[in-house]
């Protein structure tokens, strides 16, 4: 993201941070999948209400 200098610490270059696998992971966790089930629950509650799919998976049909 932000591009800077690898810093010199007691004579070795440290590089500078990166995303690891593990970032991804909770990324997701944290923001994606609440998200997801957010979103799922008020196309159930619209499909309920209203008896229209609003979903993805309505263009399947």
Do not use: N
Request: net charge negative.
């Amino acid at each position: 993201m932000f591009s800077r200098k690898a810093e010199i610490v007691m004579g070795h270059a440290i590089t500078e941070p990166r995303p690891t696998l593990m970032a991804v992971w909770l990324v997701f966790a944290y923001v994606g999948l609440p998200l997801l089930i957010l979103t799922g629950l008020m196309d159930l509650i619209m499909q309920l209400a209203f008896g229209v799919c609003t979903g993805v998976w309505c263009l399947a049909e």
